[in-house]
Each structure stands twice: as structure tokens, then as C-alpha cells.
């Protein structure tokens, strides 16, 4: 069936992120056992809630400053949660203006919490200069906002259902193979992103 309608996601494909940045801050700071918090692949349960936006961001905190042993303060440890997104891909970002005349519809899914929400709504509009979420896409779907987060195939059916899209006649992109294999197990079409690609080169190549 032709691909009709596109989910996106955000982080790897029009955001650079650099999961290994967390660790890094945590070690300015002394905390260097940090691997097994949060990487691309996996994540405590911690962040697993507070991504489905189960915990409050004050919570959220609270029970990292306790794994870590340090009061660290609100801004610290924002800025370190933070650092894991590098920049905007704004050739990437602009490319969804065409991909919206070609596709009936566009949406972006993310795993994301609170705390990204506002960082990277702030720097998208400081970067292309509107509001990239409002503009460019027919709907959007946080995972703290929806309480469902990718992989977990209930978090597809969800976004599919609410979207009104066949599945069969959508296209899932992600940069984490887990979520592109949730995606396939509920019928979606799919294409993994990987390091050394960026939606406007798979663009190019008429894979999009």
C-alpha cells in the first residue's frame, strides 16, 4: 500500500542528541557511576516514569539527587539533563514543509519528559524562529503527555488510533532500532535512521 502519512520522531532525526553527554556532566560533578541511568538503548525505571510523565519534575529530581548522593540544585541538574540535546537540524527541520505537501499527514512521536519539552521547544523557536510543533506537524505526541512511551506496543496503537491513520499506509522513522521493531510488531511501516543518516539524505534518495 502507499505510504500516505509519516510519524517521526525527534531526538536523531531532527534533533542532534548525544546520550553520553549526561555522564559526562554527572562526572563535573563527582557522580561518575552513572552509565546504568540512562542511555539510548535502556534506562532505569526512573525515567521511564517520569517520560510517561507519571512523576513531577520536582520528583523527578528529588530521586536523582538521592542515587547520585549530592544536593545538587534545580538548575545544575536541569542543565545536565539537558546537555544530552546538541542542536537542531534546521535542513532537517525545513524538509517537513515539503514532506507535508507530499504526505497526507505528519506527525512527530518522542520519548521525551517535562524538563526536554521546554528546552527544546525553547531552542527549535529560538533556531528556525516559530513554532516548529504548532507549524509543521498535524499532530503531536510526547510520551510524558500521552503516558505511553516507544517501544511498548500500546504506545503505537494509541498514536495510530488517536491520528486516524492506516497502518499499513504509514511510515514510522526512528533512530532506535527497539522502537522501529514496536512499530513493525503493530503493522507500521518503517525505517530506521541510522548514525551516519539524516532525513533530508533518505529524502533524496526517493527512500522518503
Not at 146 to 153: G, M, Y
Not at 199 to 204: A, E, P, R, S
Request: contains cysteine.
Amino acid at each position: 500500500m502507499e505510504i500516505k502519512n509519516l510519524i517521526l520522531d525527534m531526538g536523531g532525526v531532527i534533533l542532534d542528541v548525544d546520550y553520553k553527554k549526561i555522564f559526562l556532566e554527572f562526572v563535573k560533578y563527582d557522580c561518575n557511576d552513572m552509565q546504568s541511568f540512562f542511555t539510548q538503548q535502556k534506562q532505569i525505571p526512573l525515567v521511564d516514569d517520569f517520560e510517561k510523565g507519571l512523576i513531577t519534575p520536582a520528583v523527578f529530581r528529588e530521586e536523582v539527587r538521592k542515587l547520585i548522593g549530592k544536593n545538587l540544585e534545580d538548575r545544575v541538574l536541569d542543565d545536565i539533563w539537558n546537555s544530552v540535546v546538541l542542536g537542531v537540524r534546521k535542513e532537517d527541520v525545513e524538509l517537513i514543509k515539503v514532506l507535508r505537501k507530499k504526505y497526507d499527514k505528519v506527525f512527530l512521536f518522542s520519548n521525551t519528559n517535562e524538563i526536554h519539552v521546554e528546552y527544546v521547544k525553547a531552542m527549535f523557536f529560538e533556531v528556525m524562529g516559530y513554532d516548529v510543533f504548532e507549524t509543521l506537524f498535524d499532530k503531536v505526541y510526547f510520551s510524558n503527555e500521552i503516558h505511553l512511551r516507544k517501544p511498548d506496543e500500546e504506545s503505537f496503537e494509541f498514536v495510530v488510533e488517536d491520528a486516524g491513520v492506516e497502518k499499513e499506509a504509514t511510515m514510522f522513522i526512528d533512530d532506535t532500532e527497539k522502537n522501529i521493531l514496536g512499530a513493525e510488531r503493530v503493522g507500521l511501516k518503517t525505517y530506521l535512521l541510522d548514525n551516519n543518516q539524516t532525513l533530508t539524505q533518505i529524502f533524496n534518495k526517493g527512500i522518503i
